[in-house]
Each structure stands twice: as structure tokens, then as C-alpha cells.
């Protein structure tokens, strides 16, 4: 994950929720308004 090049510079992870916490997985999805809240924050952080 973000572990490897945190070694070379800053970083960070942003996590949205899936569908019935299924993760690692073909049936692994994300409502559409959580990922639009997953992007208003990523943007955020880049502008601030």
C-alpha cells in the first residue's frame, strides 16, 4: 500500500466504505455517493 513509497516521500491513503465491507473481491463494490465524497476529499487535500 502507501508503506513503500512513504519511505521515498510523504503519503497517505483515502478510504471509501464498500458495499457490505466486502473487499479483495470481484463482488467488492462502492455506492456512487461515497465515492463522490471520497473525491471531494482527495481534492480538498490537493488544493489545501
Same mark, same amino acid.
Given at each position: 500500500?502507501?508503506?513503500?513509497? &512513504? %519511505?521515498?516521500?510523504?503519503?497517505?491513503? =483515502?478510504?471509501?466504505?464498500?458495499?457490505? $465491507?466486502?473487499?479483495?473481491?470481484?463482488?467488492?463494490?462502492?455506492?456512487?455517493?461515497?465515492?463522490?465524497? $471520497?473525491?471531494?476529499? =482527495? &481534492? %480538498? &487535500?490537493?488544493?489545501?
Amino acid at each position: 500500500d502507501a508503506a513503500n513509497i &512513504a %519511505k521515498l516521500m510523504p503519503a497517505a491513503m =483515502l478510504f471509501v466504505p464498500s458495499i457490505e $465491507g466486502i473487499s479483495h473481491d470481484f463482488s467488492e463494490d462502492t455506492n456512487e455517493q461515497d465515492l463522490i465524497d $471520497g473525491l471531494t476529499v =482527495l &481534492a %480538498k &487535500a490537493f488544493l489545501d
